[in-house]
C-alpha cells in the first residue's frame, strides 16, 4: 500500500440522481468482492445516510447476493436500541424489513448494554476483527474492509470522529470511545484511521452545497476529521448531491 496520501475524486451530481450513482457503485463494489471472495464487508454511517440507503432506490434496489453481505457500523451512539438515536435500530426498523434475503444475524450491531463505553468499544472491535477469519493477522489484506459510506457534518465530523478531540489521537486499536461528543448523545463508539483508512473504497456523501465547500476547505489544506480519511492505497470518493450542477469530476 501505497504510504503518500492521494486527492480523492469530487464527483457532484443532481440531487435526483445522487442515490442512484452511489447505488451503482456500491452494487458493483459488493458483486465484485462476493465473486472474489465470496463475501462483501460494508461498514455504514448513520444521520442522513440511514435514508439514502433504506429508500425503495437505496439498498433494496440492488441486484446482489444478499446472504454474502456482512454489515457494521461506522460509529454508534450508546443508546438503547429503541431509542431514535441508535443508528442501528433505525437500520433494523428502517432498512432489513425491505431486504428479506439479507440475515438479519450478518448486521454487526453494537452491545450496548456493557457496563462502559470502554467495554462497549472493546467488544466491538473484537467481534469486527472476527470478520477476517481465514486472514493472517500480520497480512495486509486482514481489516481490509470493502467499502464504508460515510457521512459528514457542518463541522468536518465523520463517525464519531469531532474537530480538537482526543478520539482523532487513536491509533492503537480499530474502535474507540467518546464520552463527550460536542453532538448530543454524548457517549458513542467510532471507527479510528487505523481501521478507516485500510478500506478498498470509501464512499463520502451527503447533500448540499456544504458537503461540497467542505471537500473544497480540505484541498485548500485546511485540517478537518473528514480530512484525515486519505486512503492511500484504495478508491476515495466524494458524492455530493446538489440542487444547480455546477462543477462535476469522475474517475
Request: with cysteine; hydrophobic share 40%.
Amino acid at each position: 500500500m501505497a504510504s503518500s496520501p492521494k486527492e480523492p475524486i469530487i464527483t457532484s451530481l443532481l440531487e435526483d440522481e445522487h442515490v442512484a450513482y452511489l447505488m451503482e457503485g456500491i452494487q458493483m463494489i459488493a458483486n465484485e468482492a462476493i465473486a472474489s471472495r465470496g463475501v462483501f464487508l460494508l461498514g455504514v454511517s448513520g444521520g442522513s445516510i440511514i435514508n439514502f440507503l433504506s429508500g425503495d432506490n437505496g439498498l433494496p434496489s440492488l441486484e446482489t447476493d444478499w446472504k454474502s453481505w456482512k454489515i457494521f457500523l461506522c460509529d454508534e451512539r450508546i443508546v438503547p436500541e429503541n431509542d431514535p438515536e441508535s443508528t442501528g435500530g433505525l437500520y433494523k426498523t428502517q432498512l432489513f424489513p425491505k431486504i428479506p434475503d439479507f440475515p438479519v444475524d450478518n448486521f454487526m450491531a453494537a452491545n450496548v448494554s456493557l457496563g462502559t463505553s470502554g467495554d462497549v468499544s472493546k467488544d466491538y472491535e473484537l467481534r469486527l476483527r472476527q470478520l477476517w477469519p481465514e486472514v493472517d493477522p500480520l497480512s495486509a489484506s486482514f481489516g481490509m474492509a470493502d467499502c464504508l459510506i460515510l457521512g459528514v457534518g457542518p463541522d468536518g465530523h465523520t463517525c464519531s470522529l469531532f474537530p480538537n478531540h482526543l478520539a482523532l489521537a487513536v491509533t492503537d486499536s480499530w474502535v474507540t470511545f467518546v464520552e463527550d461528543s460536542p453532538k448530543p448523545p454524548p457517549k458513542r463508539i467510532t471507527l479510528t484511521y487505523p481501521f478507516i483508512n485500510k478500506a478498498a473504497h470509501i464512499l463520502i456523501t451527503g447533500v448540499g452545497e456544504q458537503k461540497l465547500e467542505i471537500a473544497n476547505r480540505i484541498k485548500n489544506g485546511e485540517d478537518l476529521p473528514i480530512g484525515r480519511v486519505e486512503n492511500p492505497g484504495g478508491h476515495l470518493e466524494w458524492i455530493v448531491g446538489l440542487k444547480t450542477l455546477h462543477n462535476t469530476s469522475a474517475l
